[in-house]
RNA sequence: GGAGAGAUGGCCGAGUGGUCGAAGGCGCUCCCCUGCUAAGGGAGUAUAGGCACAAAACGCUUAUCGAGGGUUCGAAUCCCUCUCUCUCCGCCA
């Protein structure tokens, strides 16, 4: 959410970054509505000033054991004033409110200007790109092979965009979540969380996915209320992505000066609906309903932003380094950014099989978009509260991470080779081979 | 699932219709006092908005006592719905 000072003060500007990401700020209407707004917000609060200074009179007459009915009388065709007031300021508030929440953050001065993916801006390249003297599988072929990848059965138990994993394949996949887990912990000096995989309205609202990407959800009721789920009930979804409740952590809290800057992971699976991406990656791990990430988040003072964005990118990259995976560091441009961010840098793995980057990690400073929607704050210097930054990042996408060993690693009999760094959480393991060939 | 008790400021806690944004205490900040320390005295100490202003401060004003709605001239206090916490019983990984 930006600040509406902002708005109200520099319109021209932040209607002109805002084009840059192909966000059409409603200006007219916003302007009208502020304008009403002022109007009817003075009124009422007039109204209310004047209702409230008579009430106070007559608790002092009544105390005072005198009669009240004269200043009663005087007030008695305020009520229904004030009500319609009331109302219509309502009303002009919601909707600006509901303006508010669904324009995306401004992208930051340093993030290059263009329209889609073919704009973003590479930063920099690691690793060997491999090379191969046999006919390269991809990894659905290479985890069909090994019989320990199985999407018919995936598809049977719960339809497309699942997975069946299996045997070694089901323990690399682990072993990449323990890890990266480990990695983070023990040498980035990030503090372990277990968190809710069901969040609130709230909580999505926080971090930016709610009201305006609820399609992309998964929604989940408690089967007693299923057929008629009062709107007073709660129900919840399933987070897309751990940064909804680990952000969240800090909702509504003044963070005390000392405990900055706050840096959480975590490792979840992550639910999304894929509306909209029909015919996409429709093969393979790419895509799914459901997938593994371990996810960063930084929670910061301003000033300190973007270096703790270098940091988590860096942190990201540490992984796919001590992998051995090739990748690169992109600059995503003003047009790809994700709502909430300010600047964000993906981080794309080579996959022989598609010979080419794909993303493996995004990594975005929110600056104070979801600080203001969260209200997470530090105490400044003259003890007043100022908001905090947020980031996050992914450390990596598992599914993704998988896919890129599988691939990266195959041998010519069919075999995939196990990273070094992976091979203790393997209990010594080297090499998915079938069944068979064991 | 059943029965009951709760939710108040940074924390504890009082407050069952009126001068309550909220007693008292703790904590914190500043000042005074005493060689230092401890003790003591005084003052201050919620948040988000709006108006006005070039802007800040000040000022005026509104809202907020778990959330939402209602009754009332007036609600922390009464009524309804929801959420959460605690105790006991049942069930359960």
Redesign the pocket.
Request: proline share 2%.
């Given at each position: 959410m930006l600040?509406?000072?902002l708005l109200?003060t520099d319109l021209e500007q932040i209607i002109h970054k805002l084009a840059s990401r192909n966000y059409q700020f409603p200006v007219e209407r916003f302007n009208q509505l502020e304008h009403d707004?002022?109007k009817i917000?003075?009124h009422?609060?007039?109204l209310?000033?004047k209702?409230?200074?008579?009430?106070?009179c007559?608790?002092?007459a009544?105390?005072?054991g005198e009669d009240?009915s004269e200043i009663?009388a005087e007030?008695?065709s305020?009520?229904d004033a004030?009500k319609t007031s009331e109302n219509h300021l309502?009303q002009i508030q919601s909707e600006l409110q509901a303006i508010l929440y669904e324009v995306p953050n401004l992208p930051h001065d340093s993030v290059p200007e263009g329209n889609g993916e073919e704009d973003n801006q590479e930063i920099r390249r690691w690793g060997e790109i491999p090379e191969f003297n046999f006919a390269i599988m991809d990894h659905v072929s290479l985890g069909e092979n090994l019989n320990m990848l199985d999407f018919e059965t995936a598809a049977k138990l719960s339809g497309a965009r699942f997975s069946l994993m299996k045997d070694n394949l089901a323990r690399l996949h682990r072993a990449l979540a323990q890890f990266m887990l480990d990695t983070h912990v023990q040498e980035n000096g990030y503090t372990e969380t277990y968190v809710p995989y069901l969040v609130n309205r709230n909580s999505l609202q926080g971090t930016g996915q709610l009201p305006k990407f609820e399609a992309d959800l998964f929604a989940v009721t408690a089967g007693?209320n299923k057929t008629n789920p009062?709107e007073?009930?709660?129900h919840f979804y399933l987070i897309p992505t751990a940064e909804v409740p680990i952000t969240n952590i800090v909702r509504d809290e003044?963070i005390p000066f000392k405990a900055l800057p706050l840096k959480f992971v975590a490792h979840t699976p992550c639910f999304r609906s894929e509306a909209g991406s029909y015919g996409r990656d429709t093969r393979g791990l790419i895509r799914q309903h459901q997938f593994d990430k371990v996810e960063l988040v930084h929670i910061v003072h301003p000033d300190e932003s973007y270096a703790a964005l270098e940091e988590l990118v860096g942190n990201a990259e540490k992984i796919l380094q001590k992998l051995k995976l090739p990748y690169r560091v992109m600059a995503l441009c003003t047009g790809d950014m994700g709502f909430s961010a300010a600047k964000t840098y993906d981080i794309e793995v080579w996959l022989p099989a598609q010979k080419t980057y794909r993303e493996i990690s995004s990594c975005s400073n929110c600056e104070a978009f979801q600080a203001r929607r969260m209200?997470v704050?530090f105490?400044n210097g003259n003890?007043?509260?100022v908001l905090l930054h947020t980031l996050n990042g992914s450390g990596l996408a598992i599914g993704r991470t998988l896919v890129a060993v599988l691939e990266n690693f195959q041998n010519a009999d069919g075999s995939v080779s196990i990273p070094e760094v992976l091979q203790p959480y393997m209990n010594g393991l080297d090499r998915l081979r079938t069944a068979g060939g064991k």
């Open positions: 600040d509406i000072q109200r707004r002022k917000q003075t009422t609060e007039a209310q000033a209702r409230n200074a008579a009430s106070k007559i608790g002092q009544k105390s005072k009240a009663l007030i008695a305020l009520g004030l309502e007693n009062s007073h009930h709660e003044i209200q704050r105490r003890g007043k509260p």
